[in-house]
């Protein structure tokens, strides 16, 4: 009785199917060779590829330098099996083969670097870099634009020089233009107004001008 349990153990364990390792690794960038950091690769079959269903849902994380590695379970019979490995909405297609991989420790490793078609995602810090850059940019042209009008004009080029420009006034006799400093001599010059007169007259425009300037 004895000898037959043994002899039963020994077939059970003799049938057991060890399963082996193959690892796909490799690197995941973008065109431009800039690693794709931190995204997921997820193993997707073929419609009716029931072979394949086994590994359906394995997933793998790219780290820093845009490396991954999947490690995947399989036996003898898993030769020749495709999957696809889908990142970002893109798929790449690899079959298990024993031929095209190492093998190390019984176990096998396939390298497979994975180039994106999409281009990389702008950063937050790149797209605050280029919208401050413009928003200077549209100040110093607003700034220049209002520059250059302002010294179109002469008062504005006396401004610009540090010079601010004597502001005119009308005399109340004539209704002509006049510059401030000069309504005095206007009025004695030109309508023979006595010098003390023409003060006065003068000083009681200033003090009716400043009056309607000052804010209420």
Do not use: W
Request: a negative charge; one cysteine or more.
């Amino acid at each position: 009785m004895r000898l037959i349990q043994i002899i039963c153990v020994i077939s059970m364990a003799s049938s057991v199917v060890t399963a082996d390792s193959y690892t796909i690794l490799g690197t995941l960038t973008y065109p431009n060779n800039t690693a794709v950091q931190y995204e997921e690769i997820v193993i997707e079959c073929e419609p009716h590829a029931y072979d394949c269903v086994k590994f359906s849902g394995g997933s793998s994380m790219s780290d820093f330098s845009g490396g991954y590695r999947m490690e995947l379970e399989f036996e003898e019979g898993d030769d020749g099996i495709e999957v696809i490995l889908t990142v970002r909405g893109e798929r790449f297609y690899h079959t298990i083969s024993f031929d095209n991989s190492s093998q190390s420790n019984g176990d096998y490793y396939a390298y497979l670097n994975l180039t994106l078609a999409q281009d990389p995602p702008v950063s937050p810090l790149s797209a605050g870099f280029v919208c401050g850059t413009l928003f200077f940019i549209l100040v110093f042209a607003n700034v220049a634009v209002r520059t250059g009008r302002r010294l179109m004009t002469p008062e504005g080029r006396q401004r610009f020089q540090g010079r601010s420009p004597m502001p005119i006034t009308e005399c109340r006799i004539c209704n002509g233009t006049v510059r401030r400093h000069l309504l005095v001599r206007h009025l004695i010059v030109e309508h023979g107004i006595a010098p003390e007169d023409a003060g006065a007259l003068a000083g009681l425009q200033f003090s009716d001008e400043r009056s309607e300037e000052e804010p209420r």
